[in-house]
């Protein structure tokens, strides 16, 4: 993923960790929300889980996706 700067962001950009970890031989990726999504078979396809999630985020109402489940 591209480490570039997020909407709004106007300073350097912060140090980010990697949004993919492997656990078993499997892996998964995780949300800025503490979301982890898989297993999936290779990190490729974990990338490829990650742009349909934020695809699919990207669609919801704007009220929708700022709102956090407690």
Not at 32 to 58: M, N, Q, Y
């Amino acid at each position: 993923m591209n480490p570039s700067a997020r909407a709004g962001e106007t300073r350097p950009t912060p140090f980010r960790s990697s949004r993919f970890f492997c656990v078993g031989g499997k892996w998964y990726f995780t949300t800025r929300e503490g979301f982890d999504s898989g297993p999936f078979a290779t990190r490729e396809r974990a990338e490829i889980g990650l742009k349909r999630f934020l695809h699919v985020t990207r669609l919801l109402p704007h009220e929708t996706r700022d709102t956090r489940v407690h």
